[in-house]
């Protein structure tokens, strides 16, 4: 069993840059595919982005590619995603997800956290 708690989120102008950070609580935390998704008012939840157990394979949405970066800290059960270049349109709630297998479907995770507000605004 994974726990999940999202933070760092914020309000940010448009060219600028945020760190969100998702802390983990289980003892298998090493061995999971990590998520981040977003879900902006009115709007179905979409993907962001995932890394392996490993860190060895990521993928990202095209609209983040370039400006978004995910990476864990399996030592201390952490996950990150390094926002740079913010626009307006990533305003959204961005979650943390993890799972047992790899891919951009939010039916591959298994655990969530309750998200952090993002606001990209000037």
């Known amino acids: 069993q994974v726990r999940l708690v999202e933070s760092g989120g914020g309000l940010v102008q448009p060219g600028g840059s945020l760190r969100l950070s998702c802390a983990a609580s289980?003892?298998?935390?090493?061995?999971?595919?990590m998520a981040w998704f977003r879900q902006a008012p009115g709007k179905e939840r979409e993907f962001v982005g995932y890394?392996?157990?490993?860190?060895?394979?990521?993928r990202y949405a095209d609209s983040v590619k370039g400006r978004f970066t995910i990476s864990r800290d399996n030592a201390k059960n952490t996950l990150y995603l390094q926002m740079n270049t913010l626009k307006p349109e990533d305003t959204a709630v961005y979650y943390c997800?993890?799972?047992?297998?790899?891919?951009?479907?939010?039916?591959?995770?298994?655990?969530w956290g309750q998200g952090t507000q993002v606001t990209v605004s000037s």
């Open positions: 997800a993890a799972g047992g297998a790899y891919g951009s479907s939010s039916s591959l995770y298994d655990y």
């Open positions: 890394i392996s157990w490993s860190g060895g394979s990521t």
């Open positions: 289980g003892r298998t935390f090493g061995h999971y595919t």
